[in-house]
């Protein structure tokens, strides 16, 4: 079966500009979470959406948003970024054993 | 913060030798997972033991699990180079779908 894919694999942005960044889950899985990794701050969770809701909103600031669609393909959107946004961001889907995680995209702001 | 805690920061061994990872974390758990991750890429998952669980095995990992003292250890036998990463712990809290992970060990495995 398909893995956790996401697009873009890098990126690179200028300050202030904005960025979104596409997930798309393991097929027929609903659940679809977001985290930041940072060599600073670690791994942090950003937020967690099933069925279109999110559920779960972790402690970043309101420039960082997401959704998901009917088909559970998530979203996540970066506005006026800082230098500080440069990270690896990751998603994952969630089952009973754990969680599968794509290979994430690399933000550079620069 | 709630992130979790893991020691050593950083570890090297030589290939054969046994590698013994610790991580700790601050609240109630519904379960403790590891993952590796090489080289900045997305994170592989290893192992989950649950909350009730004190003890599990996988191939070449043995993790325990302790939660009176709200710790957790993964050891990896007989390493590879192969087996070079940074290992990180990750809890799931009770009624939610979100991991808090701890700071990560870096594992050099010398050939």
């Known amino acids: 079966k398909a893995g956790v894919t996401q697009t873009p694999r890098y990126l690179i942005k200028t300050r202030g500009q904005q960025v979104t960044l596409s997930c798309s889950p393991i097929s027929g899985h609903r659940s679809v979470s977001w985290y930041q990794q940072t060599p600073g701050q670690g791994l942090q969770f950003l937020f967690e959406y099933f069925s279109e809701t999110q559920r779960n909103k972790g402690n970043f600031p309101g420039r960082f948003s997401g959704r998901q669609f009917s088909n559970s393909r998530s979203e996540m959107n970066v506005s006026t970024l800082e230098l500080g946004d440069s990270a690896l961001y990751l998603c994952?889907?969630?089952?009973?054993?754990?969680?599968?995680f794509g290979s994430g995209t690399r933000l550079t702001v620069v | 913060s709630q992130q979790g805690e893991e020691d050593p920061q950083a570890l090297s061994i030589q290939e054969g030798e046994n590698a013994t990872m610790n991580c700790s974390y601050k609240?109630?758990?519904?379960?403790l997972q590891w993952y590796r991750q090489n080289s900045g890429r997305g994170l592989v998952h290893l192992i989950l033991i649950r909350s009730n669980e004190r003890e599990k095995h996988s191939g070449r990992l043995r993790v325990t699990l302790d939660t009176s003292k709200k710790s957790s250890s993964l050891l990896i036998t007989a390493s590879r180079a192969a087996d070079t990463a940074s290992y990180f712990c990750?809890?799931?809290?009770?009624?939610?779908?979100?991991?808090?992970f701890g700071t990560g060990t870096r594992l050099q495995v010398f050939p």
């Open positions: 990750a809890t799931e809290e009770n009624n939610t779908d979100k991991l808090i």
């Open positions: 994952a889907t969630s089952s009973t054993d754990g969680y599968t």
């Open positions: 609240t109630s758990i519904n379960n």
